[in-house]
């Protein structure tokens, strides 16, 4: 089993950018399809993001393509969100999710996951 802590989070004006790290433990990353997800106020958990367990293989929702970028170190067992060029609607609590599954996109895919963190962005 293994366990996922998200950090990284915070404010930033639109069309800034922040990294988001998400640290695991009891389980080598290596092992899982990791993903990036995300929940605003008042609305469902959704997809933005996932990577294959070589790290070979990635896949973006539309709404993040060309500003997100997930990556995989395997040596600090910890997976990346590079997010640029912010803008407001991307405000939302951002949730690293891992799964024995090849790699998906949906939230019921996913076996395990962090407890979020906090992105706000302003306008």
């Known amino acids: 089993q293994v366990q996922l802590v998200e950090s990284g989070g915070g404010l930033v004006q639109a069309g800034g950018s922040l990294r988001l790290s998400c640290a695991a433990s009891g389980r080598t990353v290596s092992s899982y399809a990791m993903g990036w997800f995300r929940q605003a106020p008042g609305k469902e958990r959704e997809f933005v993001t996932s990577?294959?367990?070589?790290?070979?293989?990635?896949i973006y929702a539309d709404s993040v393509k060309g500003r997100f970028t997930i990556s995989k170190d395997n040596a600090k067992n910890t997976v990346y969100l590079q997010m640029n060029s912010l803008k407001p609607e991307d405000t939302a609590v951002y949730y690293c999710?891992?799964?024995?599954?090849?790699?998906?996109?949906?939230?019921?895919?996913?076996?395990?996951w962090g407890q979020g963190t906090q992105v706000t962005v302003s306008s």
């Open positions: 999710a891992a799964t024995v599954k090849t790699w998906r996109t949906g939230v019921d895919d996913y076996d395990y």
């Open positions: 990577i294959s367990r070589s790290g070979g293989n990635t």
